[in-house]
């Protein structure tokens, strides 16, 4: 059964540095997420992307993020100039259109921020 | 604003006992619901959703309107059910999934 793929794993970056972390959707499902979760709380969606734009984002996802579909695989999210509260699991997932149908998620990527 | 709420952080239950998960949900419209499960060291993956009114790996839910609820039920919980569950809603039209903060579920054998 086809699965989004997430990449890292694991990231440790420095406040303040950039981080880009990679998804690979599945291949014929055309929206994409972000969602992240903080240890101890929820899942908390971030930002949707359809046809090479955001469609919806969350008040968290503000300058300092930004999304990519740089081929015709990969998604990127990227975090300009990390804060120790950036620190979380991010989720990548994807669905073949819109809202009725169920999105599938990838492992995670844990973003650790020193 | 959306918003699902989960009461319970964890549910304790021996095997072969039933099983209800709570889930309130708090929107004005017309809300698509779905369970997420987390397996322990998996992703999340998709349980079921209120449109397709089906039972999964013996689970079922209902949508109730009135209530604002979609409870998860099993009639006889096994082992392999435990896991973490989170209860999940997204706004007819959009696409982002505004999840609660999960249950855990453990079946003690």
């Known amino acids: 059964e086809p699965e989004v793929t997430q990449t890292p794993s694991h990231q440790v970056t420095q406040m303040g540095q950039e981080v880009i972390l990679r ?21 908390e969606f971030l930002v949707s992307f359809y046809n ?12 300092q993020f930004s999304v990519e579909r740089p081929d015709g695989s990969n998604f990127t999210l990227k975090i300009r100039s ?16 819109g809202s009725v149908q169920p999105q599938h998620f990838g492992d995670g990527t844990r973003l650790s921020i020193l | 604003a959306q918003r699902v709420t989960q009461p319970e952080k964890l549910l304790s239950v021996f095997k072969g006992a039933p099983v209800e998960l709570k889930c309130n949900y708090s929107y004005s419209g017309s809300p698509e619901l779905f369970w997420y499960v987390q397996y322990s060291r998996q992703r999340l993956q998709l349980l079921l959703r209120h449109i397709s009114r089906e039972s999964i790996k013996g689970f079922t839910a209902d949508l109730n309107k009135g209530e604002t609820s979609f409870h998860l039920k099993k009639p006889f919980a096994q082992e392999e059910d435990s896991a973490m569950y989170y209860c999940a809603l997204s706004e007819t039209g959009f696409q982002k999934l505004v999840f609660g903060t999960g249950t855990r579920l453990l079946v003690s054998p």
């Not at chain 1, 090479?52 to 300058?63: G, L, Q, R, V």
């Open chain 1, 52 to 63: 090479n734009e955001i469609s919806e984002k969350s008040e968290i996802f503000d300058d």
């Open chain 1, 82 to 97: 990390t804060k120790l509260e950036d620190s979380a699991m991010y989720f990548c997932a994807s669905s073949e259109s």
């Open chain 1, 23 to 43: 998804c690979v959707p599945i291949s014929n499902h055309l929206y994409f997420y972000w969602y992240r979760q903080i240890l101890g709380q929820k899942v």
